[in-house]
């Protein structure tokens, strides 16, 4: 996987796009979509779900990650772009179920349709805005591996180290392990903002930040198994069977994503 990334990278570098990573996030969200509309069963009429429903998601989370890559690239989106697409979602999903003889049962699975394309399509647009910056492939490669590296640390440090075992919708999660991986979070971008103090800041934000990057990162894939304990499966799909699915995959930059985006936003020293 990480030679795979890194080979977009370099082809976008050289061909002076950002095509490769984009078409890569835009693709992830509408399979994550996907997933939780299987998983949580909107492609089932018998479990409250159908076509609509599932139409309403796809679309949406396309509009949404493509209004991401669109402003990205060329910071020409209107704040109404936005909210349109919000109200029409909202005004779509509603449509697909109060005409219907079972709404009742529709209730649920529209609530996770738009819950869907909210995670899927409008917070992890923020990846392509954060990649379309002027410095994105620099943004966007410390960003992806200061994220993955949060996960891996609290796997390993779990595994070895781990005793405190505190959350019910994961029990194999580790205080020990979280705390190793704020640890690696703020030594990451501390790191990132004293090798690269233009781009990203001085070294001392690395600190908060990382605090920040780290509990929101662990509050994403918290949210995966949350939404995997409720619906009493073990892996959100078999697409990429390494990681459990692509949720297992993209869990961590879902609140992560629009934090680093706006942190950079605030604090950009340009």
Known sequence: MIAAILGLFAADHFLATRIGISSVIVLLGLLGWCELAIMSGITSRKRGGGPPLF?????????????????????SAEPWHLSAGLAVLLFLAFLCVVFR?????????????????????????????????????LLAVVFFFGAKGNDIIAYF??????????????????????????????????????????????????????????????????????????????????????????????????FSGYIFWFWILVTDPG
């Open 101 to 137: 003889a079972d709404f009742e049962s529709g209730l649920k699975p529209l609530l996770v349709t738009i819950l869907g394309a909210l995670l899927f399509g409008f917070l992890f647009s923020y990846l392509l805005r954060i990649y379309h910056h002027k410095e994105g492939a």
């Open 157 to 254: 440090f779990g595994r070895l180290l781990g005793r405190t075992r505190f959350l019910k919708v994961s029990p194999k999660k580790t205080l020990e392990g979280c705390m190793a991986a704020v640890v690696f979070s703020i030594l990451w971008f501390v790191a990132a903002g004293l090798v690269w103090p233009e781009t990203f800041f001085r070294w001392p934000l690395g600190i908060p930040l990382g605090i920040i990057l780290s509990i929101s990162t662990q509050v994403g894939d918290l949210s995966e198994s949350l939404l995997k304990r409720c619906y009493q499966v073990k892996d959100s799909s078999s697409l990429l069977p390494e990681f459990g699915g692509v949720l297992d995959l993209i869990d961590s930059v879902l």
């Open 55 to 75: 139409l309403v998601g796809v679309l949406s989370t396309g509009y949404f990650l493509c209004l991401g890559w669109w402003d990205g690239a060329t910071k």
